[in-house]
């Protein structure tokens, strides 16, 4: 990491942020159809920026839902390339009303920027880009081939990109020697990490109907389903109080964790009480022959993400609701197939329905989980270019999160695979408040600029 | 029941509906605090019903929350008095989007009026005001005195007249031998019925929380329990699938079900599957040692109304969410008190609730259910009242809903209990599409005109 570097870094802060708050008031929720003008507009100020600030060839590549941001650097003749990943959309902002300030309008508190996106993924895109152009301005010229590929529908399925991905022209087009990735975390604000296994993710929407209106409690109850309660007792029967899914078959093709996976999994500094304080609670969950740094990386699990039927307003509404629905997902750990899970659960639950109700299980979205192979030399070259800012090597650590489409598209383009985030778990994405600090997106602006530094120098 | 009062009756059609429609077009619903104003409105309509239709003194009876509306009739001495109770009150119209017209517009479809309170309990108590408005208008005079009283809170507690009920001066002024309610169904629409029995209510609020905002179940899945699972398995270990409730103790205040009862209840003309075939359903539930008809009206019944947690929008949100909430009430049988079952299930959710996770069960409304003595004089001469209109014997029934207010006022009056509903099982009383059918509404009060007729001639 040069000082020059450095220098150009801390004397362009403020326009940095102003370029990084831009994107934040773009409300890109990809989950819902009202905000389909902000993806466009969102996709249209990331191809400007790669034109205006980078002077790459910049395209907005249509597609059946949202559109793709394409932009590559001029060609540097022999020297490797870099797929820069990143999304533009967000999550909703719900509950909004936990927001402590307006969720689409970042704001400055305690050295962190809160805004639904700061850290996922506008924070952390953006912070490759800065570095980009960083090593621009700084020594005129890149030492390496960079192609930027950014997608706005990673929170609900990345289908516009897994369709891209199937045509050999479109493939040719994102070709390239690594991608580099940051949607993950670093394990701790001084401590910098890379990802090097990520679970799948299977998300489904479960309806149970009963009597064609709902029913008065009174004159009904005791002698007709309820729908609320058969879908209680069949979601609860997916998990024991011991974290284990009791679906037949679901644990099949989990691979075992090796000892020396498990050794490698402890040496990151976790302190379950700290982090379980963190978020309000005092006692953890799961299954009990894995530690919680290993039910979250590199074990399965099953969550209900919301669950809705019947009266919820003010007072009571003595009522037998007509239907009640609830959203779930699995994590899964690499090995485990979506499709084989789909029909499993399916299978369990239709053995499990009660008479009197109907069901409708409707598949979300789904992907595998993966782990990169730790002897890639791009690997070694990304943690060098970490242990420069930082000070100390990299943890290679796997991580909960699901990101389905870069597990494809490492597949597709046959590339190796860099997961460098510069964020932390205590960022809250996805959850009202979600903020990035801002050491923390200046270090990744810094670690994005010497991980591309020594890839330069690094051979396949 | 007189020919010249049929004739009064048919020749006001027009006039009468038209009064009826006003009472339908305020939205007079308790359990929201926005119609605040609608219930003071409604009091007032009432109250000028009872003092310009009928020349009752009537009064508006200020009280800590909805008003109370009370009126009587000059004095007949020597004769007995009626206590008619009616409630102004109706059901929240949720979910608003099922219905096939506006729930606050009376919509004539078929020969039956379509809006929130058609039947429950504005159609059913006005009958009443317009058979007294009919005996005065063709006799001049009433054969016995009447007192009304309605309240504002039937669907969420009757607090209010509960609390009138305690001072002794009140108890005074709502004297009366026999008390007179429509609010309860008839059997079909050419079988008059009256019910001797109601069950009891309790009503609940759980809520579980876990951690102290929506987690990413990426990064959390498996390591932290989820309140919508908790709550999931919690509730649903309530009842078994064999109907039958599962705490503890829940039972032991059930007097059982004599052979006489059975047999007077399997007297109730009732087609299952035509009955499940009108609300959409091919299969019963409950308890198999009983029928239907006395799982609805003479066992206790278990349902959740309402259930809410986590993200219910569109699309899918992957968080493991904070909290999770659910409202239920347990339908009780005489003899069953609302405290003892209070006590039962906190000390049953206690001992069910998982490491991780707080819970918060409010008790949102209670009282137990009632049986009345077929002897009774009163009883007898409605029966023959109802006769004299149907041309046949009403069937004696016990009812599945709950009256609460109705129990405590006999207790505290010492007063006989008339329960004889004009509306049917299938006017969808508390859903979308509530409907009240015309004919059953004019029956309904040449029912109440012969009713009180005959209860004129009655001796305690």
Request: with cysteine.
């Amino acid at each position: 990491m040069t000082e020059l570097l450095k220098k150009y870094i801390r004397e362009h802060e403020q326009e940095i942020l102003n370029t990084w708050f831009e994107a934040l008031r773009i409300p890109s929720v990809s989950a819902k159809a009202e905000h389909k003008p902000d993806m466009r507009r969102m996709a249209e100020w990331l191809a400007d920026i790669l034109d205006r600030e980078l002077g790459f060839a910049a395209d907005i590549i249509e597609t059946e839902t949202n559109p793709l941001v394409f932009g590559q650097s001029p060609e540097v003749p022999g020297a490797p390339t870099v797929l820069i990943y990143g999304h533009y959309d967000v999550q909703p902002a719900d509950p909004v009303g936990q927001w402590r300030t307006p969720p689409f309008e970042p704001a400055v508190i305690d050295g962190k920027v809160f805004c639904r996106g700061a850290d996922d993924d506008k924070g952390q895109s953006l912070t490759h880009v800065f570095a980009v152009k960083s090593l621009l301005e700084t020594d005129g010229k890149l030492p390496l081939n960079i192609k930027f590929i950014f997608e706005g529908e990673e929170e609900v399925g990345s289908s516009a990109l897994s369709a891209f991905l199937e045509s050999e022209e479109n493939r040719r087009t994102l070709a390239a020697d690594v991608i580099l990735v940051s949607d993950t975390d670093k394990p701790a604000a001084d401590d910098p990490g890379i990802t090097y296994g990520l679970r799948g993710v299977v998300g489904y929407e479960l309806t149970l109907t009963g009597p064609n209106r709902d029913l008065h409690s009174g004159l009904y109850g005791g002698s007709v389903r309820n729908p609320v309660i058969a879908l209680c007792a069949m979601l609860s029967e997916i998990i024991g109080p011991d974290g284990k899914i009791r679906i037949p078959g679901f644990y099949d093709d989990v691979v075992p964790l090796s000892a020396l996976e498990r050794a490698e999994l402890a040496r990151r500094p976790f302190d379950e009480a700290e982090a379980l304080a963190a978020v309000g609670l005092d006692a953890s969950f799961g299954e009990p022959e894995f530690t919680v740094v290993e039910r979250r990386g590199a074990r399965p699990s099953f969550d209900i993400n919301g669950i809705t039927g019947g009266y919820q307003g003010e007072g009571g509404k003595t009522i037998i609701p007509a239907r009640a629905s609830a959203k779930f997902t699995f994590r899964l750990v690499p090995n485990q197939k979506p499709e084989t899970v789909t029909r499993a659960l399916e299978e369990f639950l239709r053995s499990r329905l009660p008479a009197g109700i109907k069901m409708d299980l409707v598949f979300q979205h789904g992907a595998g989980g993966m782990v990169i192979p730790l002897e890639s030399p791009f690997l070694q070259a990304a943690a060098r270019g970490l242990e420069s800012v930082y000070g100390k090597a990299p943890l290679f650590i796997r991580d909960g999160g699901s990101i389905p489409i870069v597990a494809q598209a490492k597949e597709r383009l046959g590339a190796d695979l860099i997961l460098a985030g510069a964020g932390l778990e205590e960022d809250g994405i996805h959850s009202p408040n979600e903020h990035f600090a801002l050491r923390d997106f200046f270090l990744g602006i810094e670690s994005s600029a010497a991980i591309l530094t020594e890839l330069a120098k690094a051979k396949r």
